[in-house]
């Protein structure tokens, strides 16, 4: 599918859609609470689709109607050697590799190709410490083991969603557990979005040094209540007002833990000069900070190599559309910099590289230069209502 843009100016109000981090969170931890709740300001995001799924296949029963999901956990855990579907959702595959390690049998996770490119050595090394199974194929992978309750140790480097994975494990189990963690320990505040939503259902999880995170035997119960606006797609919406436009994003929250938060400063710093941005505790931020940085007066980023295990590797991805409009990005070995460039439409397709981001982050730059753009489906992934939304904000955007 194809979106085709005219240079406008948005303007209205738009509410930010549910943080599908947070959904992830909320739909895991009410199944580890053993107990009915009740979870309203759901998105039914492809993402969010693949979580549910997985909760069904280990024995979760979900009713989903409108944006509420009405969650049972009465037969959970309790099915034999479940197929678990993660279609292209990587949090889905880290969060619930550690809980089918759990059953002590076999359980295999699908999704696509791209997927199973993407890091899975902390679990690898994990299951070959312990004398488990790990077994990757061409989409899929296949785990066997029984966890226990105890001490580990896991790289920060690499995906914060390895750490909480394992975090809901441990959970499960019951037990006491500590888990150390190597630093340099980046996007931790993910790891504090999962532990405040494991909080909700009463479990015991905490940091009791920069470095380390306590798990303590606890009593789970039900907890019912609404998911909060994601942070890192309203940084899309709020990219309008750089561009000419006057949008009001609402349905954030901002006593939120959600480390996306920092968008608004980082797009005034971009606004107001050429500044140098760490975006390794925000890597989701990188393709509509590199777009904002593009269509102002450029910027360095420094944390960037993470950028390269997303569903496409998105500073490729954002240098080659670039490129197609008169601009690039130069790279170095954890750093990306955008030169001050004249952006223009040049007549040639933009591609989406199926990746949620980078065609929400080229809209936005589309809405100034104005140009078609391939592949938009993929917002269905993270933002399915967004071309809906900016389109009732007055972006003169056909989709065909």
Request: glycine share 10%; aromatic share 8%.
């Amino acid at each position: 599918m194809t979106a085709t843009f005219k240079p406008c100016k948005l303007k209205g109000k738009v509410s930010a859609p549910p943080s599908k981090s947070m959904a992830h969170r909320y739909l895991i931890g009410a199944a580890l609470s053993g107990e009915k709740c009740t979870l309203t300001g759901v998105d039914y995001s492809e993402d969010i689709l693949a979580s549910m799924d997985c909760l069904r296949s280990l024995g979760v029963a979900l009713t989903a109607s409108e944006d509420t999901v009405e969650s049972d956990p009465a037969e959970f855990m309790k099915v034999a050697s479940p197929v678990l579907h993660c279609r292209e959702s990587g949090s889905t595959l880290r969060f619930f590799i550690p809980l089918a390690l759990c059953l002590g049998r076999s359980v295999t996770f699908k999704g696509s190709h791209r997927l199973f490119e993407r890091p899975l050595d902390v679990y690898r090394e994990l299951c070959l410490e312990n004398g488990f199974t790990f077994d990757v194929g061409e989409a899929s992978v296949t785990v066997c083991g029984k966890l226990k309750s105890g001490s580990y140790t896991l790289r920060g480097d690499v995906s914060s969603q390895f750490i909480s994975g394992l975090i809901f494990a441990l959970v499960y189990l019951g037990g006491d557990s500590t888990i150390k963690i190597l630093p340099p320990f980046e996007s931790r505040s993910y790891v504090e979005l999962t532990l405040s939503a494991l909080r909700s259902f009463g479990a015991d999880v905490r940091f009791t040094d920069e470095l380390k995170l306590e798990i303590k035997a606890s009593k789970m119960h039900a907890f019912s209540g609404r998911i909060e606006g994601d942070f890192s797609n309203a940084a899309f919406l709020d990219a309008f007002n750089y561009t000419g436009g006057e949008v009001n994003v609402g349905n954030l929250n901002p006593d939120s833990l959600q480390g996306d938060r920092v968008y608004s400063e980082y797009f005034r710093q971009l606004d107001e000069g050429v500044p140098t941005l760490d975006i390794s505790d925000c890597p989701d931020l990188g393709p509509i900070l590199i777009a904002m940085a593009a269509l102002k007066n450029g910027a360095a980023f420094t944390g960037t190599a993470r950028l390269k295990a997303k569903e496409s590797d998105r500073g490729a991805a954002m240098h080659e559309e670039l490129k197609k409009l008169g601009g690039g990005l130069i790279f170095g070995e954890n750093t990306i910099t955008v030169p001050k460039t004249e952006l223009t439409r040049k007549g040639e397709v933009l591609w989406g590289h199926n990746d949620h981001r980078i065609v929400m982050a080229m809209s936005v730059i589309l809405s100034v230069t104005g140009g078609v753009i391939d592949g938009v489906e993929a917002v269905k992934k993270s933002y399915p209502g967004f071309f809906s939304d900016i389109g009732a904000l007055g972006a003169e955007v056909t989709l065909a």
